[in-house]
């Protein structure tokens, strides 16, 4: 697994990773690991729907992913609120 540098947009803070799964394709991974500067604990894992051949394939979905996420504001209510550590 690659895990890419902390990206920060808006108020959340989360990195991007793609994985080899069991059946030999990758899939992106978004671990939102704070928000308005509060980690939360344990980090949150968020996958992606789609698997590919190609590693970066899979971090390019991840990253839209996470993009579009924060942008429509869905992002925030799948966050456990209770999870944010102070």
Do not use: W
């Not at 990758?26 to 939360?40: C, D, L, R």
């Amino acid at each position: 697994m690659d895990v890419i540098n902390k990206h920060n947009m808006g108020d959340y803070e989360y990195q991007i990773c793609a994985y080899l799964n069991s059946s030999g394709a990758y899939q992106g991974m978004i671990f939102v690991t704070a928000y308005a500067g509060k980690p939360y604990t344990p980090i949150v894992e968020i996958r992606t729907p789609t698997c590919f051949q190609a590693q970066r394939a899979a971090r390019i979905e991840a990253e839209a992913l996470a993009v579009e996420l924060i942008y429509t504001g869905t992002l925030f209510r799948l966050l456990p609120t209770c999870k944010v550590s102070s």
